[in-house]
C-alpha cells in the first residue's frame, strides 16, 4: 500500500462522495489515474463499498448499545438466524473471549430491548452495555 493509496482511502474514508476529480486534485493525479487506483483498491477488497454514517438517537432510536452473547452449545445456527433476522441488530462480530459475538442494537424503547434480548434468551446469554456518548466515531488505523 503506497502513500497515494493510503491518502485515497483516507480522503474516501472521510468523505465517500467526493468526486474522482476533486480527489484527483488533492492527491495531484490524472482522474484516469485515480480511477484506476481505486478500482484495484476494490479488487484486492481494501475498499469493500461506500456507506453513510448515520445518528440512531436522530433517526428515532435513542436506545443504542452493545451486546455481549455466548451461544448455547448446538444453537449457533439458530443464534446466527435470530440476529441476521432482527433488525434491531445494526452489526454483528464473531469475537475472541468468553462471549463468542458482540452485536449492536438499536431500538426505540427499552421494552423493545427487553422484548429483543427475551427472544435471544433460547439461543444465547447476553450482557448488555447501553451507549451514554460517542467518544469518537469510527476512523482508519494511524498510518493512514
Do not use: W
Not at 468526486?19 to 482522474?31: C, D, N, P, R, Y
Not at 438517537?57 to 452473547?69: H, K, M, S
Request: aromatic share 8%; proline share 3%.
Amino acid at each position: 500500500m503506497d502513500k497515494i493509496n493510503k491518502s485515497i482511502i483516507r480522503i474516501l474514508f472521510e468523505n465517500s462522495r467526493i468526486t474522482i476529480s476533486e480527489l484527483a486534485k488533492l492527491v495531484h493525479l490524472s482522474a484516469p489515474a485515480v480511477k484506476e487506483r481505486i478500482e484495484k483498491l476494490e479488487e484486492q477488497k481494501a475498499i469493500l463499498g461506500y456507506s453513510l454514517k448515520t445518528n440512531s438517537e436522530a433517526l428515532g432510536y435513542p436506545i443504542t448499545g452493545f451486546v455481549q452473547a455466548n451461544v448455547i452449545t448446538g444453537k449457533e445456527v439458530a443464534f446466527k438466524k435470530a440476529v441476521t433476522a432482527s433488525s434491531a441488530i445494526t452489526e454483528c462480530f464473531n469475537v475472541t473471549g468468553e462471549k463468542a459475538y458482540i452485536f449492536r442494537v438499536s431500538v426505540y424503547t427499552m421494552s423493545e430491548l427487553d422484548a429483543l434480548l427475551e427472544s435471544l434468551s433460547n439461543v444465547c446469554k447476553t450482557e448488555t452495555s447501553l451507549i451514554l456518548s460517542e467518544t469518537f466515531s469510527p476512523r482508519l488505523p494511524n498510518t493512514f
